[in-house]
């Protein structure tokens, strides 16, 4: 629950403040502060903490405009416990139009971090010692990576009550099961008993109104589930629960037409796309290995023997 003191960065966000902090995080070389604006919101009534973050990749923007609409019409103010939230966590990658770091590292393989390593490392050292004390929950809110559209997803572990219960409240059209990896954020936050969850949707550095809907509902209805606030919208559709999934990829280099949408269910051997030599010599279909949803989809036209060209889950029990 909520901590009797709150201090994030040298700042002490007492009850019933607002507080946007902008923490320097390092200087680029020409002396020039980075600093990742932190925004606080903690009501007079004691209550759960939640993270919301975007940003962790700076070229996945749609979680950043999901945590922009939330800020600008003050969703993100609890009627009790506090909110953080962080739009924009990797300053670098988000003005470099870039996934990583200056040092070439993905920021979400750096955890918990250090203060004196690499530059990744610091900022995930930074994130391990002065927000995730403070939460009690978290959502990470991630897109696919280039060309690459995932379907609105929400991901976290079959076995974890907290995490399942969070994730059917958040109401994605998908919940998929997803191990935790090997230093990232997650699982940090796992290790210190915070339960954190993954959204994925929409691409890099393209915004996809569905999974902005999607990431900005689910916030309030996690907000809502956690007695943050009186209304969300109401979930239209139960979700699909995905326990394993599998890439389609290509067997010929060429031109690659999907035949199927973004989030549709697929059959065995049904014919879900084709590649195409570029000067008409060729045509072949690409059929789907197993039954199931359609959970990702490369939008890049020109493939390569090879390339991941969609993303199939398999429907699954929940255990």
Known sequence: MIKTEMIIDGHKIEPGQKLQINALIARLPTRTPINIPVFVARSKVKGPTLLIMAGVHGDETNGVEV???VIANKDYIPKKGAVIAIPVFNVYG???????????????RSFPGSKTGSLASRVAHFFTNEI???????????????????YPQIRAMFDHPKEMELAKVFGAPLIIKSAYREKSLRKTAAKAGKPMLVFEGGETLRLRKNAIDNGVNGILRVMKHLGMRDDAPPIEK???FISESTWVRAKYAGLHFAHVRNGSKVEKNQVIGAITG???QFEKKVKSPIDGVVIGLNNYPVVNMGDALMHIGKEGPIQ
């Open 278 to 280: 570029p000067y008409g």
């Open 238 to 240: 139960e979700p699909i």
């Open 67 to 69: 945590l922009r609409r």
């Open 94 to 108: 988000f003005i470099n139009h870039s996934r990583g770091l200056p040092d070439g590292k993905d920021l979400n």
């Open 132 to 150: 995730l004390p403070q939460i009690d929950y978290g959502l990470d809110f991630h897109t696919g990576g280039a060309s690459h559209n995932n």
